[in-house]
């Protein structure tokens, strides 16, 4: 077992300040298209669920089944592109291929035609993350891992999959059809493509360390290898519950908020889209914290605070622009993702192991919480009433912060400081 100021891909000639700051801004404005494409249909249920005459509980299996693709394209994908090396152009054909599966989204006219549309672009996108940040920890300096990382998960996917997304996808819903919205949602992907395969070269191949590394069966050795680290662990059980916090929040907050608490449609859009600001500010301010500070602390502190923003949908009786403030903060925990998705494990891991260790993470993250935690809210919400998808965030967020306790710290800097003190 490697030691996690052992484990992170560090030695090797890195690519010049400017080609790195290139490729994480890219690879963060491919993912912000990639969400915008998946937050799509979140924020734009209020309009599909009466015209679809969708239960809440099929509201649920859309968003379950699209996450359970996700999940297993993140397993295939991650481990093929560290068997093949070629991440670039896996990353151009996933993008096309979201990109097209938006346009049968808009084509729906069922519930089964619906869930098909989106176990394609589930599947599309789900080796995105993997592939980008494995190609982030073979580029960019460890120094700045937590803040590239978090860069290129958290920046752009919040400020166009959660800001721009919920406010421009209503207007055109509302002007031309929730169909037309989704035709549109599917341009940038294509732009995107284009800007990657003409601009980014491909990464070094990861160093080959065991040979059936490209077999099954040398997968799952990977996986029983790595699944032993405690960091690992801790962070696939945290992914868990956070992610099912924030599917659940996409899927059933704007139906709440306009159906429940009797917000009009405009201001729930921009409600949504303050979660998308916050997320933006956070994909820098809180992962270059974490490299400061440390992972524990933060990862922490935000899965805490992260019970403010149910509690406040539920209770909070002042203006919309109170509620706004509240969603602000609490959705301070988006920050944290890139850290028990990627950064964590890449300091935890050898470099031969990375994507692997993505895919990992961040598929039992989709398969488990995505896909279950959506799927139990909705029926709970049939049960009980809206509210209990809302009690259910409660509930994962104080999970979150209780496993986060038991993560080891593995900001380098952190760790440099340690060392010099008990030198």
């Known amino acids: ?13 890195r690519r010049s300040p400017g080609y790195q700051a290139l490729l994480v801004g890219l690879l963060s404005l491919n993912f912000g298209i990639v969400f915008f494409d998946r937050n799509s249909l979140n924020f734009l249920m209020p309009f599909v669920q009466p015209d679809l005459k969708l239960s809440d509980g099929q509201v649920g299996m859309v968003a379950g089944i699209f996450s359970f693709a996700w999940a297993l394209a993140a397993f295939g994908v991650s481990r093929l592109s560290d068997m093949v090396g070629n991440r670039k152009l896996l990353l151009v054909i996933a993008t096309l291929a979201f990109s097209a599966c938006s346009f049968l989204t808009g084509l729906a006219a069922s519930f089964a035609m619906l869930i098909g549309a989106r176990i394609l672009m589930g599947i599309a996108e789900g080796g995105v993350m993997p592939i980008s940040h494995a190609m982030v920890a073979s580029e960019v300096e460890p120094k700045w891992r937590g803040l590239a990382q978090g860069i290129a998960q958290n920046f752009g996917s919040n400020f166009f999959g959660s800001f721009v997304a919920p406010v421009v996808l209503v207007a055109l819903a509302s002007q031309y059809g929730w169909q ?3 035709y549109i949602a599917a341009v940038p992907g294509m732009l995107s493509a284009a800007l990657i395969w003409f601009l980014l070269d491909e990464p070094a191949a990861p160093p080959k360390v065991e040979q059936q590394n490209g077999s099954f069966s040398g997968w799952l050795a ?13 962070c696939v059980v945290m992914g868990i519950v956070l992610v099912a916090y924030l599917v659940i929040c996409w899927a059933f907050m ?65 203006s919309a622009w109170g509620l706004a403030a509240i969603f602000f903060f609490g959705w301070a925990l988006n920050g944290v993702f890139p850290l028990f998705m990627a950064t964590v494990p ?9 994507a692997t260790v993505f895919g990992l993470c961040m598929g039992s993250c989709e398969i488990l919480g995505g896909a279950g935690g959506p799927t139990i809210a909705g029926q709970l919400s049939q049960v009980f009433g809206r509210t209990a998808p809302l009690w259910m965030m409660v509930a994962l967020a104080v999970i979150g912060g209780l496993i986060a ?4 710290e593995t900001a380098p800097r952190v760790l440099a400081r340690r060392t010099a003190t008990d030198l």
Not at 222 to 234: K, M, S
Not at 405 to 408: A, E, R
Request: a positive charge; charged letters at 15%.
């Open 1 to 13: 077992m490697l030691a996690p100021t052992q484990a992170a891909p560090s030695d090797g000639p």
């Open 180 to 182: 037309k919205a989704f």
């Open 222 to 234: 990977a996986v029983g290898e790595v699944i032993r680290i405690r960091n690992i662990w801790v």
């Open 254 to 318: 704007p139906l709440y908020l306009t159906q429940n608490r009797g917000y009009d449609q405009t201001t729930t859009s921009w409600l949504m889209g303050t979660l998308g600001i916050s997320a933006t500010l956070g994909s820098f301010l809180i992962a270059g914290l974490s490299d400061v500070v440390g992972r524990r602390p933060v990862m922490i502190l935000c899965s805490f605070v992260a019970v403010i923003l149910p509690l406040g949908a539920m209770f909070y009786q002042g």
């Open 346 to 354: 890449s300091e935890s891991v050898s470099p031969d192991k990375a």
């Open 405 to 408: 306790l038991f993560l080891k």
